[in-house]
């Protein structure tokens, strides 16, 4: 009997011509299997309480149910679907806000069908895919003077493995290659990752790297 290695994914928009795009784009790629689709985000909801895929494509700007209220919900219920964010807006205060939220990645609806699968691929094998858009959204917010508390206090004490370890994130290393700078176990990494996001309320990698970038941990 086969076991099914498929990466399942689903997709979520309100435009069916969209979505059938992304079928056809998608469609015979290596490890890619299409469980479900949804057209608004009630349905989306709906259907993740029959099945969870693996990675979840989702517009933002949806019927019913937008994007942006969506994702907290998934984050709480469904914390290991990894979310991928097609959308028309490229504005980067909205690509920044989705990824502090909990996207794994943010993508333009004009993304090219190549880089939609490699983004699919390194969330599966790496969490997050930090591409151009994102890199530089999260720059904005860091050059932006900010007249109201930082979104999270700086408060917060790590220890020097902590820092370095903080920094290998930011280089967008692996737990594995980590593992091997520091010379500890791929399962300390991440216990030790996990408390750096307690610590300072992060829900995502992604989160606990701004807070260091936010407070100059991070050259």
């Not at 494509?57 to 097609?86: Q, S, T």
């Not at 994130?169 to 990752?193: Q, Y």
Request: hydrophobic share 40%; net charge neutral; aromatic share 8%.
């Amino acid at each position: 009997m086969s076991v099914d290695t498929s990466i399942k994914f689903a997709i979520a928009d309100d435009h069916k011509i969209f979505r059938d795009g992304i079928k056809m784009a998608l469609g015979g790629r290596p490890h890619l299997k299409l469980i479900w689709e949804a057209e608004d985000g009630k349905d989306l909801m709906h259907k993740l309480t029959i099945k969870k895929p693996d990675i979840l494509l989702m517009d933002i700007r949806m019927p019913e149910l937008d994007g942006i209220n969506a994702l907290p919900l998934i984050r709480k219920e469904y914390e290991g679907v990894k979310i991928v964010v097609l959308s028309m807006y490229d504005d980067q205060q909205m690509v920044s806000k989705m990824m502090e939220m909990g996207a794994n990645a943010y993508l333009t609806k004009t993304t090219d069908p190549n880089e939609i699968y490699d983004a699919i691929l390194t969330c599966m094998n790496e969490d997050f895919y930090f591409n151009e858009l994102v890199n530089q959204a999260v720059l904005l917010k860091l050059n932006y003077k900010k007249t109201v508390k930082q979104f999270y206090p700086n408060t917060t004490k790590f220890s020097e493995k902590e820092l370095q370890i903080l920094k290998l994130l930011a280089e967008d290393k692996t737990t594995e290659e980590i593992s091997k700078t520091v010379f500890l176990s791929p399962r300390t990494i991440e216990t030790i990752r996990q408390n750096m996001k307690n610590k300072v309320g992060a829900k995502t990698i992604a989160g606990l790297i701004v807070y260091g970038m936010r407070n100059r941990l991070i050259e």
